[in-house]
Structures are given as C-alpha cells and as structure tokens.
C-alpha cells in the first residue's frame, strides 16, 4: 500500500496516460484527415490489412457488381477480387429484381455495413444506386 501513497508512482501514472492519450490522438487525427482528404480504403486495402474485417466497418460509395453465388448474392468490389455474402434486405430484393442473367456488368454506387460471423465477412446494404 506505500506504493499508491508514493508521489513517484502518481506522477508516472499521469505520464504514461498522457502518453497514451497523445498516441491515441495522434493515430485518429491522421485517420481523420485521410478521410476528410477524401482518402477513402478501398474495400481490398481494407483486407490486406486484416483477413476479416472489423464488425461494425462501413462501407460508403463503394463501385461494386453483384453475382449470383449458390442462393445467395455476393458483393464484389470494382477492381478488386475480395467477394462478401450478402444478407438478405429489402436492398438486395431491389438488385435482384433490376439483376437480370445477362446484365452481370452493371455497377452499383453501394453504401453498406460490414458484419463478421464465424471468421467470415457478410455486407448488409444500406443503399444501391445504379452507376452505369
């Protein structure tokens, strides 16, 4: 219990929250001004920095074309390789009703919302708008 009354101990602690502090602010004002530059990742810059994607990720004007895969949609971003499943939302019911077999060279100007489920990423969209 001397520990906590010693007066070195507190002015370490301050130190090394305030440290803590700095870096913190310091890595989100760069993040911050990357995307206030308009720098936006790009959903395969994303993946090289993680496997998975965090929960909760958003996704916002992304250029992206949809496919049939099995009974479920995929998302595949513009020139990218990096495919998600996505959930089903009335969002999806409008694609699907505009994809027709032959039009699979459409692309959509998609907004959506990352989740994760047993280490694999699923998108629920938000919003889709024809581009071309």
């Not at 790009?42 to 990720?57: C, H, I, P, T």
């Not at 100007?109 to 280490?119: F, P, R």
Request: proline share 2%; aromatic share 8%; with cysteine.
């Amino acid at each position: 219990m001397r520990v906590f009354g010693s007066p070195a101990f507190w002015v370490i602690s301050a130190a090394l929250c305030l440290a803590t502090f700095a870096n913190l602010s310091s890595e989100n004002q760069a993040n911050s001004n990357a995307i206030l530059a308009g720098e936006r990742p790009s959903l395969a810059q994303m993946a090289k920095e993680e496997s998975v994607l965090r929960e909760g990720s958003l996704l916002t004007d992304v250029k992206a074309k949809f496919r049939k895969q099995g009974d479920r949609f995929v998302f595949v971003e513009e020139g990218s390789n990096k495919s998600f499943k996505c959930l089903e939302n009335l969002c999806l019911q409008r694609i699907e009703a505009n994809q027709q077999e032959d039009d699979r060279k459409v692309l959509w100007l998609v907004s959506a919302k990352i989740t994760e489920y047993k280490g694999e990423n699923y998108v629920t969209l938000e919003k889709a708008v024809r581009s071309r």
